[in-house]
């Protein structure tokens, strides 16, 4: 191998070769980015990006255990790769014995390509969305609203090799879109988010004719006090509270009695019935449209996630099956403290089990309720019933009689997602759906809008 290769694969062969440690996980993660952002119906700026960061995981075994420490650089060629991995060394030699501490993984096979070179992106992922944006654009401006918002896309390849053997690649594409239409005295916005893996499954104009009925509903406006509301909330705020609620489904916290998942009096709650609607929650890293890694891809400890476990197989997970809460999150390390089965945390969130009713048709069964757009500055308040609290934002919508009659204020709302799947009346079609609050962060979710009798809009908000 050459000491001058500059190729991802054989950075990380290179970086396991200068390593002097007991054990060693490299990963390199190559990306590139594209991305369009536009606002007043013009197209602002875009622009192409590619990075390359390699972390260098070293383990060193002592007396008293084995310590780990963990180094990531940006923009690693092979003529900086020692002073990586010393540095790793170092780090895991000046280290306590790791809490986590597990034998490297062994035994998966290799990737076929793993010696192929990284998949990218480029301003040609745009190719038909762009035209159709600027036709959205045309229409806006021809029906008096402005559109503003940008369109994303990222290909990351990563690639997995350990001192053990592994030799795992995974290419995970990530598109999002966020279009927000003003009126154009900004005393009125509505807003649609989607995920996507190409933007080939993305229409801009049915987006923005999506906007334009909203925007028409906030012309006539509602003053509702602060209160519980029968709240119909679509799949995207549905997602952002199912997301945090695994988040925090930590299977070691649950069974110290820290959380909304500990049963009084000692252990888990695991088996208890979390719903009376026959929904299952669940992560699978083959789900169509939305594929993630299919191995653990970790560059760190903690938690429930263990730099010990890169490269441990993944396979579908439920997290509660037909209401009933069945698995929660754990690494091989707080596993084997808990005894519960080893469940690593899946890059995607599925939500089924609902009528295969639309939220249009939810709204027509409706007598009297609040329609929400999405959720927004969601922040924890009691981790012991992962009370949480955040805003409604970009438009809240008054129903009557099956109809939407106008617009209200947004509120803050203080809402527990676990209480919340226990009070739900009425779950409808899943789709796939951004969620808004996370998708800086998360962005493979597929959730039904959920009908609940009672949400709890604790104050008004005059943010628009």
Known sequence: MSTRTNKPHEIVERALELSTADGCVVIADEQSTANLRWAGNALTTNGVTRTRTLTVIATVDGKEGTASGVVSRAAVTVDELESLVRAAEAAARGAAPAEDAQP????????????????????????????????????????????????????????????????????????TLELNAKSPDRTRSAWAGRSTRDFKDVDPAALDAELAVRLGWAERKHDLPAGRYET??????????????????????????????????GGTRLGDRLTELPLTLRSDPNEPGLESSPFVLTHSSGGDSSVFD?????????????????????????????????????????????????????????????????LWYIREVDPATLLLTGLTRDGV???????????????????????????????????????????DWFTRAAMPALRVPDFNMSSVSRGV
């Not at 035209?131 to 654009?137: H, M, R």
């Not at 808990?338 to 295969?356: K, Q, S, W």
């Not at 939220?359 to 007598?367: G, I, K």
């Open 104 to 175: 490297l993984v062994t035994g998966v096979p290799a990737s076929p390509d793993f010696t192929d070179g990284p998949a990218e992106t480029s301003s040609a992922v745009f190719a038909d969305f762009a035209p159709a944006l600027g036709e959205s654009f045309a229409r806006a401006r021809a029906g008096g609203r402005e559109l503003y918002g940008f369109a994303n896309h990222e290909l990351v390849s990563s690639y997995l090799g350990t001192s053990t053997g592994l030799r795992l690649r995974h290419d995970q594409p990530n598109g």
């Open 397 to 439: 919508y008054l129903v009557e009689n099956g109809e939407v009659t106008g617009e209200v204020t947004n509120f803050r709302f203080n809402e527990s997602p676990v209480d919340l799947l226990g009070r739900a009346t009425e779950a409808g079609r899943t789709e796939k759906t951004l969620p808004r609050e996370w998708s």
């Open 310 to 374: 890169n490269g441990l197989p993944l396979t579908a997970t439920e997290w509660m099956r037909a209401g009933e809460l069945s698995s929660l999150l754990t690494s091989r390390h707080s596993a084997g403290l808990t005894g519960l089965p080893v469940a690593p945390g899946i890059d995607n969130l599925i939500l089924d089990g609902g009528e295969d009713r639309s939220l249009e048709e939810m709204v027509a069964n409706t007598a009297r309720g609040l329609l929400l757009t999405c």
């Open 232 to 265: 119909l909330l679509p799949p995207t705020a549905v997602a952002d509270l199912l997301i945090y609620q695994m988040w925090s489904a930590s299977g070691r916290d649950a069974a110290e009695g820290r959380t909304v998942f500990s049963k009084p009096g």
